[in-house]
């Protein structure tokens, strides 16, 4: 059977979990003998290529295409003149503009469609307004993927062909995350971010932004510090955002900028998953977070609320403690309770490997994408 030649095309704002699985996805199905090519729209008034510059540096095909709005007919016959020049036979768009531009640029076209649903947001009237015209767009698509049950449950109504609609689990490269910790990188990554070996840290990795409620966070924080014998608990915030600044002025409100470290964007995932003893995610929306995934791969105690695609992945004190959303003393006591226990920490990181490992590859997400592509191309 003929592979089929598949096009992915965001919108990006950084480099965050939709990045993560378009990586990841066109690795694997280029193992799987497809050819794959990622386009990524380099917006005039927010630019971000890092989708693009780590596709090169992992020799996958990728191109930018410029874009000064959402009505730029140059996007359009840019993108229209890839689409015919490359003989795709799947456009595979992962955001709103993409599903915008890419149903534009293959009117007339023989090239399927589909779309993945990441995460709507919800972030804003704006946002929601962007996401309620995704949602319409849908319904000129061959397929739309959910990336977890829960959001293939709130894509369903909008769909006048509910067949078209089909969910798959999100999936991670799992060699680039150890089963063991590496006790040498370990210490080197934390002498760099002031953190000494003795120290105990906890750590979020995601975009500084309202839906991850990282007020949460700090305040839950704050909670472990006003403790006894907490003073070699530590907080690690990596990632950057429209929310860094006042979740920086809440530390320092809070009397704990002291004990927290706001890393900003980092490339070495693995790396600083590696230098924790706890991960942390205080979402109130979330799709499938691959950063979940991720501390998972690293065999990481994992303490998150009950957010999106979470608790199909994480059963509360079998791969990880569940709390409910906006739970500040209860996300605290969790924390605390993994802190204070080091064999459960490492019982419940090895049952999170195990899960993850049977799972949630990146092979076998792309496996499940291809048999779409193949069944829209036969």
Same mark, same amino acid.
């Given at each position: 059977m003929m592979s089929p030649r598949i096009l992915h095309l965001r919108s990006s704002g950084g480099l965050y979990g939709a990045e993560q699985v378009i990586l990841n996805l066109a690795r694997e199905l280029n193992e799987l003998g497809c050819t794959n090519q990622i386009a990524c729209f380099n917006n005039a008034h927010n630019p971000h290529l890092e989708?693009?510059?780590?596709?090169?540096?992992?020799?996958?095909?990728?191109?930018? %295409?410029?874009?000064? @709005?959402?009505?730029?007919?140059?996007?359009?016959?840019?993108?229209? /003149?890839?689409?015919?020049?490359? @003989?795709?036979?799947?456009?595979?768009?992962?955001?709103?503009?993409?599903?915008?531009?890419?149903?534009?640029?293959? %009117?007339?076209?023989?090239? /399927? =469609?589909?779309?993945?649903?990441?995460?709507?947001?919800?972030?804003? %009237?704006?946002?929601?307004?962007? +996401?309620?015209?995704?949602?319409? #767009?849908?319904?000129?698509?061959?397929?739309?993927?959910?990336?977890?049950? #829960?959001? +293939? /449950?709130?894509?369903?109504?909008?769909?006048?062909?509910?067949?078209?609609?089909?969910? $798959?689990?999100?999936?991670?490269?799992?060699?680039?995350?150890?089963?063991?910790?590496?006790?040498?990188?370990?210490?080197?990554? =934390?002498?760099?971010? @002031? #953190?000494?070996?003795?120290? #105990?840290?906890?750590?979020? $990795?995601?975009?500084?932004?309202?839906?991850?409620?990282? !007020?949460?966070?700090?305040?839950?924080? /704050?909670?472990?510090?006003?403790?006894?014998?907490? !003073?070699?608990?530590?907080?690690?915030?990596?990632?950057?955002?429209p929310e860094k600044d006042p979740l920086m002025s809440m530390a320092r409100e809070l009397g704990i900028s002291e004990r927290c470290r706001f890393t900003g964007v980092r490339r070495d995932i693995p790396q600083i998953l590696n230098c924790l003893d706890v991960y942390v995610q205080s979402s109130k929306r979330e799709g499938l977070p691959m950063v979940v995934l991720e501390a998972m791969a690293s065999s990481l105690a994992i303490v998150s609320t009950k957010a999106g695609g979470v608790p199909a992945v994480i059963t509360h004190g079998e791969q990880g403690r569940l709390v409910e959303i906006g739970a500040t003393g209860q996300l605290a006591r969790e924390i605390d309770d993994l802190l204070s226990h080091p064999d459960e920490r490492e019982r419940l990181g090895r049952q999170a490997r195990f899960a993850v490992e049977a799972r949630f590859s990146a092979r076998a997400m792309a496996e499940r994408y291809l048999e779409v592509y193949r069944r829209l191309t036969r």
């Open positions: 989708l693009v510059e780590e596709a090169e540096k992992a020799n996958l095909t990728a191109l930018s %295409i410029d874009c000064r @709005g959402l009505f730029d007919r140059r996007t359009v016959d840019a993108l229209r /003149k890839i689409v015919s020049s490359g @003989g795709f036979d799947v456009i595979h768009c992962h955001d709103y503009k993409a599903c915008a531009f890419g149903l534009s640029a293959t %009117i007339g076209q023989k090239v /399927k =469609r589909v779309a993945t649903n990441h995460l709507w947001t919800h972030s804003g %009237i704006r946002v929601r307004l962007y +996401e309620l015209i995704e949602a319409l #767009l849908y319904n000129a698509f061959d397929t739309i993927v959910a990336v977890s049950d #829960l959001i +293939e /449950k709130e894509t369903r109504p909008f769909l006048l062909r509910k067949d078209t609609l089909t969910c $798959i689990p999100n999936g991670i490269d799992l060699h680039r995350f150890a089963f063991e910790k590496r006790q040498e990188q370990r210490r080197e990554t =934390r002498a760099e971010l @002031g #953190l000494a070996e003795s120290d #105990l840290v906890v750590g979020n $990795i995601a975009r500084l932004s309202p839906e991850k409620d990282h !007020t949460t966070l700090l305040h839950a924080f /704050k909670m472990l510090t006003d403790r006894p014998g907490s !003073t070699s608990v530590k907080l690690l915030v990596a990632g950057d955002g």
